[in-house]
């Protein structure tokens, strides 16, 4: 089965109640059991079945199930948002006196994230580069896991995958990726050696910007149960699924940052067109950067010729280069020109709408950021960021050239 055919008639698809072709919104707090006993049951995960809708949820496990086929793994936990799924998988692995080793370019949100977790005594050891050679120098015998993204949002900078997964498990340590940027469409980070992958759903795989939303897939190749983590102390009996284990059971549960089933469903929706939506999301703006480029902008997209990551991108993700690009004007001043000029992008802080959405980071995803951080994600006073839409090609083209000539005279 090709990608948009599994999407559809894949595992888990379409085994719905009265022969509903979309999955039930099951928007109940708790399941009534048939006697006590059976209640007992589900509580100590000697049965499968549902009890209450923050520890587990049907429209939320067929998510968790089809996210979880997508990108390969063994098992998924839907979150309330992509932080709550980057903040529960690290504090899933993490005790106090811990280290991460992660890269330099990160998400805003995920850097603020590193900042509240050093208050509580875990350390992240930040690299410009996931290699060997980085993670060899940073390593101590308290790092427990190494982070990174596939495309850096809005560092545009590409992972290589394969090398990244190589330095950790050389190292004993699992390998994190949030894939939020590129997508099961562009790649399945499980299959070239990452170890667990993290979605913001509220992106590309929602689709519409109609629901916050994350996910955590457990690829189920790393051995957590030689790792010797602290943090997973008790669950090596779990073998393969102690992390998934301690993930659901513990840190999920109790800090509470369930998906709402409403927000399952649309996930799920959203996940059916990711394949048809993420073909011209990547066309238009390989095109729109195509013309930036032409009109002498200079401006970052990984698939470009002139793009450091070029032969990453068509290694790891068939020559395409996502819905994300960059471009500078010269001077905020200018940059806000442009954007107040625009006639099709909305002025908005959100990336994997069908719409064209653009924002200046500097002032606004990355405010709480330092001037070093926002250097390190390749955010200046002068970066647009533009999150391509589904909208023709030639009406971005031209709206984009418009505002940018006008500004320039
Ligand atoms: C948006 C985003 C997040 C955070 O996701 P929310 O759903 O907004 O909490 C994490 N990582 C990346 C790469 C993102 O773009």
């Known amino acids: 089965m090709y990608f948009n055919t599994s999407l559809l008639h894949g595992k888990n698809t379409a085994q719905y109640a009265d022969g509903a072709t979309l999955v039930p919104v099951s928007q109940s707090n708790a399941f009534c059991c048939q006697s006590m006993e059976d209640l007992e049951r589900v509580f100590s995960h000697k049965k499968p079945g549902f009890a209450y809708s923050r520890i587990?949820?049907?429209?939320?496990?067929?998510?968790?199930?089809?996210?979880?086929?997508?990108?390969?793994?063994?098992?998924?936990?839907?979150?309330?948002?992509?932080?709550?799924?980057?903040?529960?998988?690290?504090?899933?692995?993490?005790?106090?006196?811990?280290?991460?080793?992660?890269?330099?370019?990160?998400?805003?949100?995920?850097?603020?994230?590193?900042?509240?977790?050093?208050?509580?005594?875990?350390?992240?050891?930040?690299?410009?580069?996931?290699?060997?050679?980085?993670?060899?120098?940073?390593?101590?015998?308290?790092?427990?896991?190494?982070?990174?993204?596939?495309?850096?949002?809005?560092?545009?900078?590409?992972?290589?995958?394969?090398?990244?997964?190589?330095?950790?498990?050389?190292?004993?340590?699992?390998?994190?990726?949030?894939?939020?940027?590129?997508?099961?469409?562009?790649?399945?980070?499980?299959?070239?050696?990452?170890?667990?992958?993290?979605?913001?759903?509220?992106?590309?795989?929602?689709?519409?910007?109609?629901?916050?939303?994350?996910?955590?897939?457990?690829?189920?190749?790393?051995?957590?149960?030689?790792?010797?983590?602290?943090?997973?102390?008790?669950?090596?009996?779990?073998?393969?699924?102690?992390?998934?284990?301690?993930?659901?059971?513990?840190?999920?549960?109790?800090?509470?940052?369930?998906?709402?089933?409403?927000?399952?469903?649309?996930?799920?929706?959203?996940?059916?067109?990711?394949?048809?939506?993420?073909?011209?999301?990547?066309?238009?703006?390989?095109?729109?950067?195509?013309?930036?480029?032409?009109?002498?902008i200079p401006v970052n997209y990984p698939a470009l010729d002139e793009s450091p990551c070029r032969d990453l991108c068509r290694e790891q993700f068939r020559g395409l280069g996502g819905g994300i690009l960059t471009f500078r004007t010269g001077s905020a001043e200018s940059a806000r020109k442009v954007i107040n000029r625009l006639r099709y992008a909305c002025i908005a802080s959100n990336i994997g709408d069908i719409r064209t959405l653009v924002l200046l980071p500097s002032t606004t995803i990355f405010l709480k950021n330092t001037d070093r951080q926002k250097a390190d994600a390749g955010v200046f006073e002068d970066t647009v960021r533009v999150s391509v839409g589904i909208e023709n090609a030639e009406d971005l083209i031209e709206d984009f050239l418009t505002a940018l000539e006008a500004c320039q005279e």
């Open 56 to 296: 587990g949820n049907p429209t939320v496990a067929a998510f968790e199930q089809r996210i979880s086929e997508l990108e390969g793994g063994i098992g998924a936990v839907a979150t309330s948002s992509g932080m709550a799924a980057v903040s529960h998988t690290l504090l899933s692995l993490l005790v106090p006196g811990d280290e991460i080793i992660a890269a330099g370019c990160l998400y805003g949100g995920t850097i603020g994230l590193f900042d509240d977790l050093e208050r509580l005594g875990i350390h992240t050891h930040f690299v410009s580069r996931l290699d060997e050679e980085s993670i060899r120098a940073a390593v101590s015998s308290r790092t427990r896991c190494v982070f990174g993204e596939v495309i850096a949002n809005p560092a545009l900078s590409v992972l290589d995958i394969r090398a990244a997964a190589r330095a950790a498990h050389t190292a004993g340590l699992p390998l994190i990726v949030d894939n939020t940027t590129a997508t099961p469409f562009l790649c399945r980070p499980l299959s070239l050696g990452a170890d667990i992958v993290i979605h913001s759903a509220s992106k590309y795989i929602v689709g519409s910007g109609d629901a916050i939303s994350g996910v955590v897939v457990d690829g189920g190749s790393f051995s957590w149960d030689r790792a010797h983590l602290p943090a997973l102390a008790g669950f090596e009996k779990f073998g393969k699924l102690a992390f998934l284990m301690r993930l659901r059971t513990d840190i999920h549960e109790n800090l509470g940052g369930c998906l709402s089933p409403m927000n399952a469903f649309l996930g799920t929706l959203g996940l059916e067109t990711l394949g048809l939506r993420m073909e011209r999301i990547c066309e238009n703006a390989a095109r729109l950067a195509e013309a930036l480029k032409g009109a002498g």
